[in-house]
């Protein structure tokens, strides 16, 4: 990063969970082709938490974008939110791509969700930080209308 770089040139917005209420389930953003970036964070936002709610977040891998081989990504999941203190939270979980299993032959990534014993509101975005190849922009997924 440079002081003439705009951040919107380093950083891409590669998958969301647009807010909503989100009913005890889990939920996922699509798979994110990891070889563009050397790192990715996923941003998770709660707003009002159900009543005894939880909340989890863990990054996945795959070897392809249709989620073959899916496996969880070693020390990348957030320590439950619970209702009692999690209302309007965030969580961050940052991650270099050096840590897929590359060898494995994972270089594809996405951000689960867990909504544990009642609706709750929450929203979540899995950014790419460094990009190898392009500015970051021309890695946006397609939701992202702006980029002033």
């Not at 974008?65 to 961050?92: F, H, L, M, P, R």
């Not at 840590?99 to 899995?126: I, K, N, W, Y």
């Not at 950014?127 to 500015?135: E, H, Q, S, T, V």
Request: proline fraction near 3%; charge should be negative; aromatic fraction near 6%.
């Amino acid at each position: 990063m440079t002081p003439n770089q705009k951040p919107s040139e380093a950083v891409s917005v590669l998958a969301t969970l647009d807010p909503a209420s989100v009913a005890a389930s889990t939920v996922t953003t699509g798979w994110v082709d990891a070889k563009n970036f050397f790192a990715l964070m996923a941003l998770i936002q709660t707003g009002v938490l159900g009543a005894s709610a939880t909340v989890d977040a863990k990054l996945q891998q795959a070897k392809d974008n249709s989620g073959t081989g899916v496996k969880d990504i070693t020390g990348k999941a957030i320590t439950q939110i619970v209702k009692a203190t999690g209302d309007n939270k965030q969580a961050e979980i940052s991650m270099k791509v050096a840590d897929l299993d590359t060898e494995g032959g994972f270089e594809f990534v996405r951000l689960s969700v867990t909504v544990g014993v009642a609706a709750s509101q929450l929203s979540a975005a899995l950014l790419g930080f460094f990009p190898r190849f392009a500015d970051a922009a021309a890695f946006n997924q397609a939701a992202v209308v702006q980029n002033i």
